[in-house]
C-alpha cells in the first residue's frame, strides 16, 4: 500500500479530520448533508478526465470518495456478474455485536457531544467485551438458506471491524478467534453455506485495525483533545516509531492474502482501505469485485438511504459509467446487533421499495442485518426473508434480468425498471391508488398490456396525450409488500434509451 493511502487511513484512524463533529455522520444520516443550522447543503462538482465528481464541502475526502470510482474497473470475465446480481445481504456480525451497551463499533471514539450524551465507553471496554464469547448457536446454513429464497445472490460477511477482532482463524493476527475462541473460525461455516446455496461470497475487511495501533492512535474525533484506548484524556500520545508503517502494511497484507488463499471469496468490500492494493488482490484471485474504499475498486458505495438519492447517483456516477452499490441498514439501531433496538427488522415494503429504486438506477441492493451475538438471526428477520421470498415467487423478474431503468423520478413518481420494452412499476402500499394514481409522463406509445404481477389480474388505465395513468384497485393490494405492475409496450416502443449504458 502506498504512503498516500495509509495517510489517510492514518488520518481517519487519529481524527484529525473530525473539525466538523456534528456533521461526521458515516452512515449517511440526514445530518450529514445540512450544514449546523439546518440547511441543505449542495455540493461542489468538479470535472477532470471527462467525468463529474461531487463534493460536500463539509464533508473529509474518506466520505465524499464513497461515490467516486478512481481508475477503471475490472474487466474480467468472472467479475462481470455484480451489476447483475442486484440483491446482497450484508452480515455485519463481531465484536461490536457482544458489546451490551449499544452494539456500535465506534462507541469508543470519543465527542464531547458522546459523552455528554452518555454514548461514549472506552474502546478498552469494547474489547473486553469479547472475553467469553461464544456464539453457540450459530447456525449460518439457517442464515443463508432463508436468504436464497428470499432472492439474495451475494453476501458480504464482516472478517474484521475497525475495532480489530479477526472472525477467521488467523496466522496474523493479534486480535481474534485465535487469541479469545481457542481458534473457532467462524468465517469457514458461513462461507460453506454460502456456497451451498449459491450464493456469492464477500467480505468487509477494514484496513484499519485500532487494535493493532491502540498504543499510538487518538481515539478522540475532536480537535483539541486527545483520548487513549483506555478512554483517558491525555496531553499527547507516543509517536508511532519508523517501523511501524512497514509493519501495519504487513500485517494487512498478509491477512488479506492468508484469507484470499483460504476462502476464495468472489467479492472485496474493503472499510478504511482493502488492507492491500486492488491490484494485489486481483493478483491472488483473478476475477474478484473490490469496493471503491481502498486503494482502487469497482463500483461506488452509496451509504444508507440518503446518499442514494437519484440526484446523487443519477449524475454523476450512473453518468460516468460506473458500478454502484448502496449498502444500508435495514434493522433499528445500528450496524451491528443493538440489543435494546436490534431485533426489529424493517417491513418488507420498504426493502423492496428500496431494491426497486436501486435497480431502476442500475445499481444493487446490499442490506444490511446485524445478528445476535450468540449466532441466532433476529426472529424478525426471518419474517422479512419469508415475505420477500412469496414476493419473488411472482415479481423477481422485476429486478433481476433486467437492462434498463425508467425516467424515475423526472417523469413518474413510482420507480421503474425495463427489461426492453417490458416496464415493471413498483408501487407501495400507499402508492399506486386512486387517490395518489401511477403518472408517467411523454410516454411514447400506448401500453399493449398492463397487469398486476402477483395476481395477473389486468389494470385498467388511461392513456392520454402521452400520459400513461393506472391504480391498482384495494382489493387487489398486497399491502405488506411492494406491488408490481408489468406494462408492455408493442414494437413500435423504442427500448434503446432506457437501457443501461454502465454495466
Not at 72 to 83: G, I, N, V
Not at 121 to 142: F, I, M, R, V
Not at 418 to 437: E, G, I, L, S
Request: glycine share 10%; hydrophobic share 35%; with cysteine.
Amino acid at each position: 500500500m502506498n504512503v498516500k493511502v495509509m495517510g489517510w487511513i492514518l488520518t481517519l484512524a487519529v481524527g484529525v479530520n473530525a473539525q466538523h463533529v456534528p456533521n461526521q455522520y458515516e452512515d449517511g444520516s440526514a445530518d450529514a448533508y445540512t450544514d449546523y443550522e439546518g440547511n441543505a447543503v449542495v455540493p461542489r462538482i468538479e470535472e477532470r478526465n471527462g467525468k463529474r465528481y461531487y463534493y460536500w464541502p463539509h464533508w473529509d475526502a474518506w466520505k465524499n470518495g464513497k461515490m467516486q470510482v478512481q481508475g477503471e474497473r475490472t474487466q474480467h470475465p468472472d467479475a462481470q456478474w455484480w451489476p447483475h446480481a442486484g440483491l446482497g445481504l450484508f452480515i455485519c456480525w463481531g465484536m461490536p455485536s457482544v458489546f451490551e451497551p449499544n452494539g456500535e463499533g465506534w462507541a469508543g471514539r470519543w465527542t464531547q457531544a458522546k459523552e455528554d450524551a452518555g454514548k461514549f465507553y472506552p474502546q478498552a471496554e469494547l474489547w473486553a467485551s469479547t472475553k467469553g464469547w461464544n456464539p453457540e448457536h450459530y447456525d449460518p446454513e439457517k442464515w443463508m438458506e432463508a436468504a436464497r429464497k428470499a432472492g439474495f445472490q451475494y453476501s458480504v460477511l464482516t472478517l474484521k471491524h475497525h475495532g480489530g477482532y479477526a472472525m477467521w482463524d488467523s496466522d496474523y493476527s493479534v486480535y481474534g478467534v485465535r487469541q479469545e475462541m481457542g481458534g473457532r473460525d467462524l468465517v469457514a461455516p458461513w462461507v460453506k453455506a454460502c456456497r451451498n446455496n449459491g450464493i456469492k461470497v464477500g467480505f468487509y475487511y477494514s484496513g484499519m485495525d485500532w487494535y493493532f495501533e491502540r498504543d499510538f492512535m487518538d481515539f478522540s474525533m475532536q480537535a483539541g483533545t486527545h483520548v487513549n484506548w483506555k478512554g483517558e484524556k491525555v496531553k499527547s500520545l507516543p509517536k508511532r516509531p519508523p517501523s511501524f508503517k512497514l509493519a501495519y502494511d504487513e500485517f494487512n497484507q498478509n491477512s488479506v492474502k492468508e484469507v484470499i488463499e483460504k476462502f476464495d471469496p468472489d467479492l472485496w468490500w474493503g472499510d478504511g482501505g482493502h488492507g492491500a492494493t486492488a491490484d494485489q488482490i486481483r493478483e491472488w484471485r483473478p476475477g474478484i469485485v473490490c469496493n471503491n474504499r481502498g486503494e482502487g475498486g469497482d463500483h461506488a458505495t452509496a451509504e444508507m438511504f440518503r446518499m442514494a438519492q437519484p440526484q446523487y447517483v443519477k449524475n454523476p456516477v450512473v453518468a460516468n459509467g460506473w458500478w454502484w452499490e448502496e449498502n444500508s441498514i435495514i434493522q433499528q439501531g445500528s450496524w451491528h446487533y443493538d440489543k435494546h433496538l436490534g431485533e426489529e427488522v424493517y417491513p418488507a415494503d420498504r426493502v423492496l421499495l428500496e431494491l426497486a429504486r436501486c435497480r431502476c438506477m442500475g445499481g444493487n441492493f446490499l442490506a444490511n442485518i446485524g445478528p445476535r451475538p450468540d449466532g441466532r438471526m433476529q426472529d424478525d428477520a426471518y419474517r422479512l426473508f419469508a415475505e420477500m421470498a412469496e414476493w419473488m415467487e411472482t415479481n423477481s423478474n422485476s429486478v433481476f434480468g433486467i437492462n434498463g431503468g425508467g425516467p424515475w423520478p423526472e417523469k413518474c413518481n413510482v420507480p421503474i425498471t425495463c427489461n426492453d420494452r417490458t416496464w415493471y412499476f413498483h408501487a407501495r402500499k400507499q402508492d399506486a391508488t386512486k387517490a395518489d394514481p401511477v403518472v408517467l409522463q411523454d410516454c411514447e406509445t400506448k401500453p399493449v398490456s398492463v397487469i398486476l404481477m402477483r395476481t395477473g389480474d389486468g389494470i385498467s388505465f388511461e392513456y392520454k396525450n402521452n400520459v400513461l395513468t393506472f391504480s391498482i384497485p384495494e382489493k387487489l393490494k398486497a399491502r405488506n409488500v411492494t406491488d408490481v405492475v408489468k406494462v408492455e409496450f408493442g414494437n413500435d416502443f423504442d427500448p434503446e434509451p432506457y437501457r443501461f449504458r454502465h454495466w
